[in-house]
């Protein structure tokens, strides 16, 4: 019989899952918003991730779970740091990248990575939401304008502008400024991509820039953070093809790791 | 955290100390505020009763009672930012409030900055509330190495520090019982550093978490016989644990360095947490620091004052970068570390403010991973939960797949 | 005010980077920046080089954040984001003073983010015990001169000191005429053009700061100008556009005590080469949050210079994170509150730039000097 494995992420703002099969190839994925109710969210994305690969819950041989509700995920056999999971997923789509770089929804980090996704040091934001998809909402919603377009408006941008600040807080009140100053919102939009940029590579340089860089997270779908980040950085970046489900992937593909150690 | 039947008598000497210093006024006695590293010796050769904010405020943390204690101060105009020990005390002084009702009124204040120069601002703010004299030891920071001109302008303060005393005490310095307080200061801190060292053992008989606790005496009772009787008992009670092989958690697989102060109101769930994963913090550059501020060479009796002067500009949190890289690279091969966990203490600059390329540097000469936790000593707000666990459980998955 | 000289002295506030390269080239003395505080300034001259004034600058933090967490002081962080741009490779050295913990841990990372600069921290005695200061100060000039002669090339004899020890005394004869003019006719010039002058005075040599000074110090008007009079104090006025805000709400800066401006120039220079002039240089001018003094009560102090300066508030400038200064804060506003003298207190760090809340909040302020002036008006 063949054996299929899980992987659940559920996130502050995104759950997410994915099914893998015995030799690691994904066969299914769900994204969702993780609302108020974590546990659910991700019982939901498992669902819909296990139909979308056409499957029976009770296929599934062995689910992990990780994010920041990793152990509060009834479904799961045992959960794994995001840490631990983006390494092991960028390993998987990205294998020669050597530092990773994820901005989630309440979190930033960056990952270097030896050959296989074993994690030799890594860094995280302190606990302010400074340079996350958190705070990018905010400032999406202060700009009046919708996450997904943001990072295509950015790009649009014409002037250049520079934020004096990353705090939330604060940033949120210079953005409504300089709006009601006048500026294009292209250009806001910009900035703030450049400040997310610029806040990234300080936490990146903490573990030491080795190239290829791969992005991972949400954040990484906003084309204007990518570039900022590239431009601070000085290298390309890669970014797989659904960035945010990385972590998930990297979850999955622990718990066939599990299952096969377990039948050795 | 690892049962050890010295902590009942730690208790009660502990308690006995406190009680002793409420009743100092009624007995007749001078009560003086020190900071943790101020050369005590000084104080007990003229028969003052030292009290140790810090260590006050450190309880109040272990006791959940800070929270009310930083409130307060905050209301009276001290900041988030400012060192969280200061403003437990402020809170503290002006509630009469925390484990002991707030403590007993100082007579004279002492300060020596080599902890902090945190603690210079501090001790200013106490001197102006109490209205009562201080004498500020300057213990420069070592930024390379301890020269001897250091060591003389130390020494040349102690002798102000006895003029200010006898002149206070109303009785001339008292070289015999000084020479006798540094003795036991000596004897103190030489069986602390045996206590210490027996993290070496594996499995250790005791972790950090525990020497957290049991460093009250060093710091408070140090240069008094109490210390030494107190510390006496606990080497003969780990010996013994050595030599059964009982290690302070049952399956010690990864051995730990902690860097900094104690997260204070969660010792417990750290030291539970990290058991769960065969995890233990051996040795910890901290509770090390007492193992150096009191340590005299005694060959150099002729000379105790500069001996003194020596031993208290060598803390930890005093030295350079430099010092503090080999330093921790000599722990992690000296202790058979899997690598090293660095407590960033928001309101503790001196301390944290250098861990983010320090850590970088020891990773990349030992190898051994380190992890940067954001906390704050005392103040629980800092510690956020979900993060903290997340940054641990990441680091030690690092550290087994290593290994 | 409009003048050649003044708009020459704002462009070197404004860009001080342009102005330290143009006198770079001028003179070719080596650069040495000189960080906060109280470092005796004129032994950088005397050993041939020339010593910029670092107290900060806007900004935006990147590469700093990889050293330094985010509760050091914006100060620190501020110069060490500057001091890692390979733009600022042609600084010959660093000193630093032990006046903080996060200026002494500041000049350890320097270490480890800059090994090939040259840093020196000078420790500037903070005892009760007056004694030993003397000696400690015969030694830590020692060290100075060592440190000066490796990067400047040069380790300066009394002669070369006496030299310079003159020119900063001409210094601070003329910084302190302008702060009497400025104290009685406030309206001369803008609050803003006040601080950019003295922040000017960072990044040029003396040799050209002072006849400057002097020519502005000849043309400036003698006008008092109305508005709320107030004080400021705190580590260091920046971001120095804040100082606009106080202009467009109506405030006449008439004085102030910050550690970066008044301080700093209240103090007499070193007259020779020895210890026991160090030891005099520290001891003299404002009390200092940095500067441990027994008995020493900046809250009296500071009231009695509201008064002689006839202000009608005081407002404390606090750059965030700056421990020195929130540990004197409660202290300061209650002697001045218990005075009767109104307070304000503004928190910045140095690359804010959005004072929305700030400006509504100095506006608040002088309506309620003007409300308290009226009602003495009557009373």
Redesign the interface.
């Known amino acids: 019989m063949r054996a299929f494995f899980a992987g659940i992420d559920v996130g502050s703002l995104s759950a997410e899952a994915v099914i893998v099969d015995a030799d690691g190839r994904m066969l299914g994925y769900s994204v969702r918003p993780t609302g108020h109710d974590g546990r659910r969210a991700g019982s939901e994305a498992l669902a819909e991730a296990l139909e979308r690969a056409g499957l029976e819950r009770g296929a599934v041989a062995g689910v992990v779970a990780t994010g920041?509700s990793r152990k509060r995920i009834a479904e799961a056999g045992g959960d794994?740091?995001?840490?631990?999971c983006h390494a092991k997923g960028i390993a998987c789509l990205l294998p020669q990248a050597r530092t990773i770089i994820d901005i989630g929804g309440q979190?930033s980090k960056a990952i270097r990575i030896a050959e296989g996704g074993?994690?030799?040091?890594?860094?995280?934001n302190?606990?302010?939401a400074a340079g996350t998809g958190r705070f990018l909402e905010v400032m999406a919603s202060a700009l009046g304008i919708g996450l997904a377009e943001f990072g295509e408006i950015a790009l649009g941008h014409r002037a250049d502008l520079?934020?004096?600040?990353?705090c939330t807080v604060?940033a949120e009140?210079?953005v409504v400024?300089l709006v009601s100053q006048g500026h294009a919102v292209a250009d806001i939009a910009y900035a703030l991509a450049r400040?997310i940029a610029?806040?990234t590579?300080?936490?990146?340089?903490?573990v030491?820039v080795e190239p290829p860089v791969a992005m991972s997270g949400g954040v990484a779908k906003n084309l204007a953070v990518v570039q900022a980040l590239e431009v601070?950085l000085g290298c390309k970046i890669q970014v797989p093809q659904e960035p945010q489900i990385v972590g998930a992937l990297g979850a999955a593909l622990f718990a066939r790791d599990r299952s096969r150690d377990a039948n050795l | 955290m690892t049962k050890l039947a010295s902590t009942s008598k730690m208790k009660e000497i502990m308690g006995t100390y406190y009680l002793e210093a409420k009743n100092a006024a009624h007995n007749g006695l001078k009560v003086a505020w020190v900071t943790s590293g101020a050369p005590v010796e000084y104080l007990h050769a003229v028969g003052a009763i030292p009290i140790y904010p810090e260590n006050y405020a450190a309880m109040c943390g272990a006791s959940h009672a800070t929270a009310e204690l930083l409130r307060k101060a905050e209301s009276l105009g001290y900041a988030g930012e400012l060192c969280s020990y200061a403003r437990s005390d402020f809170g503290a002084e002006a509630l009469q409030g925390g484990p002991l009702m707030g403590l007993p009124r100082p007579d004279f204040l002492v300060c020596a900055s080599n902890i902090c120069n945190t603690v210079t601002k501090w001790y200013q703010v106490l001197s102006r509330h109490f209205q009562v004299p201080l004498f500020l030891v300057d213990m420069p920071f070592v930024h390379d190495d301890i020269s001897e001109e250091m060591v003389a302008y130390v020494k040349g303060q102690f002798a102000g520090l006895e003029e200010f005393l006898a002149e206070i005490m109303g009785r001339p310095f008292d070289r015999d019982r000084f020479s006798e307080a540094v003795l036991q200061s000596a004897r103190a801190t030489e069986l602390w550093r045996e206590v210490l060292e027996m993290g070496k053992a594996r499995p250790a008989p005791l972790n950090s978490f525990d020497t957290f606790i049991h460093l009250a005496p060093i710091v408070t009772l140090r240069g008094t016989p109490r210390a030494v009787e107190y510390y006496t008992a606990l080497v003969e009670e780990l010996r013994e644990r050595v030599s059964r092989g009982e290690g302070s958690i049952p399956n010690e697989r990864i051995r730990l360095l902690w860097d900094n102060l104690p997260i204070w109101y969660r010792i417990k769930y750290l030291a539970d947490f990290l058991a769960n994963w065969g995890a233990v913090p051996v040795v910890a550059t901290y509770t090390n620091s007492w193992a150096l501020i009191g340590d005299v060479q005694l060959e150099g009796r002729d000379d105790l004052a500069g001996a003194l002067a020596r031993a208290y500009l060598s803390p930890f949190i005093n030295r350079g970068v430099r010092y503090r890289i080999e330093y921790l690279c000599r722990m992690i091969e000296e202790f058979s570390l899997d690598g090293f966990l660095m407590h960033s203490d928001r309101t503790c600059k001196p301390y944290s403010l250098t861990q983010l390329p320090v850590k970088e540097e020891v990773q990349r000469r030992t190898g051994k991973p380190g992890v940067v936790l954001e906390a704050d000593k005392v103040d629980e707000t800092a510690f956020v939960e979900a993060a903290i666990t997340t940054r641990l459980e990441a680091f030690l998955e690092s550290v087994l797949c290593r290994n | 005010m409009e003048s050649k000289v003044l708009d020459e002295l704002r462009e070197a506030a404004e860009n001080p980077r342009a102005e330290v390269m143009k006198w770079l080239r001028v003179t070719g003395r080596p650069v040495v920046a000189v960080l906060p505080a109280y470092f005796p300034e004129p032994l950088v001259h005397a050993a041939g080089a020339f010593p910029v004034g670092m107290w900060g600058n806007t900004l935006p933090l990147g590469a700093s954040d990889s050293y330094l967490q985010s509760f050091s002081c914006s100060i620190a962080r501020s110069i060490l984001e500057l001091a890692l741009k390979p733009e600022s490779d042609f600084i010959a050295g660093f000193i630093f003073t032990s006046m903080c913990d996060n200026f002494e841990t500041l000049a350890e990372v320097f270490k480890l983010a800059l090994p090939r600069k040259p840093v020196f921290t000078f420790v500037i005695p903070n005892t009760s015990h007056l004694p030993s200061r003397r000696p400690h100060l015969e030694r830590e000039l020692d060290r100075a001169l060592a440190f000066l002669s490796r990067v400047a090339g040069k380790r300066p004899s009394p002669e070369d000191y006496a030299r310079s020890a003159k020119l900063y005394g001409e210094f601070v004869r003329l910084v302190r005429e302008f702060y009497r003019h400025r104290a009685l006719f406030p309206a001369a010039l803008s609050n803003y053009d006040f601080y950019a002058v003295l922040k000017a005075s960072f990044f040029m040599p003396k040799e050209e700061f002072n006849p400057r000074l002097r020519s502005l110090l000849e043309d400036l008007d003698r006008v008092g100008g109305e508005g709320a009079r107030v004080l400021l104090s705190g580590i260091v006025p920046q971001p120095l556009s804040l100082l606009k805000v106080f202009d467009a709400a109506g405030t006449r800066v008439v004085g102030d005590d910050f550690a970066g401006a008044y301080r700093l120039f209240s103090k007499e220079p070193a007259a020779a080469l020895l210890g026991s002039e160090i030891d005099k240089y520290l001891l003299s001018g404002a009390p200092c949050s940095t500067l441990h003094r027994d008995g020493q009560d900046r809250g009296k102090y500071l009231a009695a210079r509201v008064r002689e300066l006839g202000a009608d508030g005081f407002v404390n400038w606090h750059i965030k994170f700056c421990e020195p200064e929130a540990f004197d804060r409660p202290h300061l506003l209650d002697e001045l509150r218990r005075q009767g003298i109104p307070t304000l207190v503004l928190e910045v760090e140095t690359s804010s730039r959005n004072f929305d809340a700030l400006r509504t909040r100095l506006e608040a302020f002088v309506e309620l000097i003007r409300q308290e002036k009226e009602k003495g008006a009557v009373s």
């Not at chain 1, 794994?80 to 631990?84: A, C, D, R, V, W």
Request: aromatic share 8%.
């Open positions: 920041y794994k740091t995001e840490i631990s979190d074993r994690v030799l040091d890594f860094a995280m302190d606990k302010c520079v934020l004096s600040t990353t604060f009140s210079e400024s400040a610029t806040r590579v300080g936490l990146a340089k903490r030491g601070a």
